[in-house]
Structures are given as C-alpha cells and as structure tokens.
C-alpha cells in the first residue's frame, strides 16, 4: 500500500489567473509536485472559477484581490484557520509574507511546520512582520542569496534559510532571425524608478556615438510612462526609442527573440532594502538565448553570471551602462556567446528542477517535526 501524500496548505495572496512572478512561482511549484497533496487558500478574482477547475489542486477563494488589499488580506489569515482544521495538513507553505500572521497561529496551534517563502521586497514594505516570520518559521525559502541575507541580517536561523531560486518555462528555440537592427531590450512595469530606465535613457546618447543605428525597444508600462517620456525627449533620443507599452506573452517572446542584448539597471530603492529578489525577466531573456545587462546589485547576481551570460554595470553609473551596450552590440560573436552560456544557465533553472527542490524541503521539514 503506498504511503500517503503529504499534505500541504498553500496560503497566498498572490495566486494566477492574475499575472506576476510570485502567482506563477507557486502555480508552477504546485503543478510540478505532483506527488503532494496541496490545498491553497487565495483570493478571489475575475476568471478565478474557470482557471480553479483546471488547475492541479485544489483552490478555495476568499476575499478579493480587487478591492482593499489589507483587508483582504486579514480576511486570508482569518480563513487560513478554518481551512486548516477541515484539510489538516502535515505542513502550510506560506507564499507571501502577509499569509504568515494566519500562518504562524496555525503553526502554534495545531503544531505543523511552516515553510515560508521570502522574494525581498517584503523588507522594504513589512520588515517587521518579514523578521517575525523568518525568525519563527522552521524553514525559509529565499529566492537568492541577496534574499537571504536580508533574512539573517533579520535575525533567522542560517540553517533554516534555503537559497531555491524561482524556475522559469523553458521556451522553444528561437524560429526568427534576429533583428539587423542593433536592439537593446527592457522588459519592465513603468511602476517603480529603481528599474533603470532613466538610466538608459542618459546612457543612449553616449551608445549612439559608437552605434549609430541602436534601437530601444521598451515593453511595460505605468504611471512612471510620462515621466520616461519627457526624459527621452529631453535626451533628443526619440527616433531611437519604441516604447511599446503592455503586450502579449506571445509578442514579448518575439521581442526576445529578435533583440541583441536585454538591458535592466535595476538597482536598490533609496530605502536600502527590496529592489530585485532575483530579477526572473533576466533569466527569462537568457532562455531566449540573448546576453544580459543588469545592475551589480541585489538578486541579479544570481540571475546573470557576469562575463559568462551577460554584464552586471554599477546600476546608477550610465557611462558602464553605455560601455556594457557597446560592447554586446559592436561585438556580435560575444554577444552569441554569451546568449548561448545564458540558455544554458537557464535550462538549470527549468520550474521542474526547481520544483524538486522545493519538494525536497518541503518532505525534509515534515519529517524534521
């Protein structure tokens, strides 16, 4: 007879169908788990039914994510108790820091094990709630070394803080050519300044003088647009910018698979905590077989090899900004070298690879209590 499934409650807010890296880093981890048994306990959202009736576990809703977000929230950790006492799981996987108050009353109570996941912005946003949860909990996931060091700097335990990466989808190989055209990419929400692109934009003048022809294509978009907008006219680039605003997944991969180089500064708000936790859009470029330029800050270090994939620049200096596009566009068989190390530094991080080793602590951290 075959031992019985652990049992996991996933407690998150952020969950698909709404879009972003943590939703799709715990869908992933829970489809490529098969041999768990999860629950997970989430928000409600538009297109919620159909999306649960496909998806691999079972998902209950409450709340919603549309409305006031701390409330919904507390309305999460509240319903986290009942949800457990109905599923009596061996151990709750807590997704983002604001399930942890729910979370941790349940570790108490009913003596399972907490497993909570930590991206790095939590710090910046809820420090002190990010040091209870790290401290208390028998088991942390840190998406980058960056992140755990937040994590000890916090006050938990070395040995409970496990540096698990999140994983990407491995697209196909490229089936277009790449662009003639020398194309720096950006793939960012115009949400936050700390992404760079106000570096770029200095920084373009200065690549134009050796690359004449250079292309920036944007895609994302936010209230930081106008902002942007006036910088570019500001710098007399707008014959070299596109800013393509929000776009399809299908029209993304095809700008990763046509452009030269991905190109994201992004560095350390000005509070001195959060920033990239690992920086996945990096990583997701290198899979498209294209070297990365990123700031030599944060979790980018994980998420680019430096000389190997791509360049890490100090993120607020455009001269190295400019050095490092130069040198990616003037040298064409580097930047093919370095595009290919990226592929293979990304199939390392495939969500099945990474998703087994979620497992595997998940299983350690059961059987430990």
């Known amino acids: 007879m075959p031992a019985p499934k652990l049992r996991v409650l996933l407690v998150t807010p952020d969950f698909p169908p709404s879009e972003g890296g943590i939703q799709l880093l715990l869908s992933r981890i829970v489809e490529s788990t098969p041999e768990i048994e999860y629950r997970v306990l989430t928000l409600g959202q538009a297109g919620a039914e159909d999306y649960d009736r496909e998806f691999a576990a079972t998902v209950h809703r409450v709340g919603s994510s549309s409305g006031d977000r701390r409330l919904a929230a507390l309305t999460l950790n509240a319903r986290s108790l009942g949800e457990a006492r109905s599923f009596r799981p061996d151990l709750i996987l807590s997704g983002h820091v604001v399930a942890s108050l729910g979370a941790l009353a349940l570790r108490r109570l009913l003596r399972v094990p907490l497993v909570q996941y930590v991206h790095a912005d939590e710090f910046r946003v809820r420090n002190r709630l990010t040091a209870t949860a790290v401290r208390q909990a028998e088991a942390t996931i840190a998406v980058s ?7 000890l700097d ?3 335990d070395p040995a409970r803080v496990h540096v698990i990466p999140p994983g990407i989808d491995l697209p196909p190989a490229p089936t277009i050519a790449r662009d003639e055209q020398p194309t720096l990419l950006t793939v960012a ?3 936050f300044r700390y992404k760079g692109h106000d570096v770029t934009v200095r920084a373009l003048p200065l690549i134009r003088a050796k690359v004449p022809d250079v ?3 944007v895609v994302g978009d936010g209230p930081f647009r106008p902002a942007l907008e006036n910088a570019i006219r500001a710098y007399g680039v707008e014959d070299a910018v596109e800013l393509r605003g929000r776009v399809s997944d299908e029209e993304r991969d095809r700008w990763l698979d046509r452009a030269s180089a991905f190109c994201m500064s992004s560095r350390v708000p000005a509070a001195g905590l959060g920033g990239e936790g690992f920086g996945i859009v990096y990583m997701e470029a290198a899979a498209h077989g294209i070297p990365t330029i990123g700031g030599d800050v944060a979790g980018a270090r994980d998420a680019v090899v430096n000389g190997e994939t791509g ?7 455009h001269l190295a900004l400019a050095g490092a596009a130069t040198e990616l566009l003037a040298n064409p068989e580097r930047a093919r070298a370095m595009g290919a190390a990226g592929r293979e530094h990304a199939e390392r991080h495939a969500y099945p690879l990474i998703a087994a080793r979620v497992e595997a602590l998940l299983r350690e951290t059961a059987a430990a209590r």
């Open 215 to 217: 292309r920036w294509v």
């Open 311 to 317: 360049l890490l620049i100090d993120p607020a200096d």
């Open 189 to 191: 929400t115009l949400l």
């Open 154 to 156: 916090a006050g938990a």
């Open 145 to 151: 070394r960056y992140t755990r060091q937040m994590c």
